[in-house]
């Protein structure tokens, strides 16, 4: 459950999450761009690929939504041995001098989001994924050992 409210961007994100790198960014989406070329927020909605992040008891599981792209145009890389960094871009079409364009509303530039994994997670067998403009990276967590426990005979 979200401790953040809709009106911070409707981002499914926990402000008290240790875990989580972003930065939230309180003037996010304050400037529209324009029909025309709008360089200062040129990458607006596509800057923040929207990620879910869910433990389950094997493993950490992020699934992160790039519409759109090919999966050359992603990169999935583990930094410092305990950053998920999810990067990719995304190229402008090219404008042609006859057309006439009459609304642009698909962003296209670079986006990031980096994650701090937890100590169970095992970053060397890291796996990604893509299909239908989803990429699913998935982190195997670190079996925890159950104490082995002795039955002892009770004599008498």
Known sequence: MSLVPSFFGGRRTNVFDPFSLDVWD??????TPGLTNAPAKDVA??????????????AHVFKADVPGLKKEEVKVEVED????????????ENEEKSDTWHRVERSSGKFMRRFRLP????????????????????????????????????SG
Do not use: C, H, Y
Not at 81 to 92: H, T
């Open 26 to 31: 309180p003037f996010e989406g304050f400037l």
């Open 81 to 92: 041995g305990n950053i998920l960094q999810i990067s990719g871009e995304r190229s402008s």
């Open 45 to 58: 909605a596509f800057t923040n690929a929207k990620v879910d992040w869910r433990e389950t008891p094997e």
């Open 119 to 154: 100590d169970n997670a095992k970053v060397e067998e890291v796996k990604a994924s893509m299909e239908n403009g989803v990429l699913s990276v998935t982190v195997p967590k670190v079996q925890e050992s159950k104490p082995e426990v002795k039955s002892i005979d009770i």
